[in-house]
């Protein structure tokens, strides 16, 4: 059994702190943590965003692999604000994979250039050991600048690692 149902790596960055005061706020009695390069960073975010003195802080840096796995193997649900993902992320999905924890990465900004009206988004797909079909890939687009959304939300279904819905 995990120590946490989840650890947010990556806490004392923009996303990170909104992630952690919404889990803060809306799960208060489910076991989490803090996670980032820098303990006392950690520290002093967690005393700027008023939560408890005792939420427990995680030292990990993705570019020491024993302490992600030293992280991920705490939690049940790793939830990453860490990025750019194409830089930090594979690290910490390996050790995820390795350990059996899920892992959750927030979304960053998609940008449609003047004159175009879409734009590709990548998710690659890792496959793993565990017999969970069938699995469900959910896109929210949100806060639109200068535009409107003509449809915000898509489900995707994987079965076998193929996609077998889009809605």
């Known amino acids: 059994m995990a120590e946490f149902d989840i650890i947010i790596y990556g806490a004392t960055g923009f996303t990170g702190r909104l992630v952690a005061e919404y889990i803060h706020a809306t799960y208060p009695?489910?076991?989490?943590?803090?996670a980032g390069?820098?303990?006392?960073?950690?520290?002093?975010?967690r005393d700027e965003m008023g939560l408890p003195a005792d939420t427990p802080l995680i030292e990990a840096d993705a570019s020491d692999p024993a302490s992600l796995d030293a992280m991920?193997?705490?939690a049940r649900v790793i939830i990453t604000t860490v990025g750019p993902y194409l830089l930090y992320g594979e690290p910490l999905v390996a050790a995820c994979v390795k350990a059996g924890t899920d892992y959750v990465e927030t979304s960053g900004t998609l940008t449609i250039n003047s004159g175009n009206t879409q734009a590709d988004i990548s998710v690659g797909?890792?496959?793993?050991?565990?017999d969970e079909n069938p699995e469900t890939l959910n896109i929210r687009l949100s806060n639109p600048m200068n535009a409107v959304l003509g449809r915000s939300t898509s489900t995707i279904n994987l079965v076998d690692g193929s996609v077998s819905t889009c809605q």
Request: overall charge positive; hydrophobic content about 55%; glycine content about 0%.
């Open 37 to 45: 390069r820098s303990a006392s960073k950690l520290a002093q975010v």
């Open 72 to 74: 991920v193997a705490r």
């Open 125 to 130: 797909l890792i496959a793993d050991a565990n």
């Open 29 to 34: 009695d489910r076991p989490w943590a803090m």
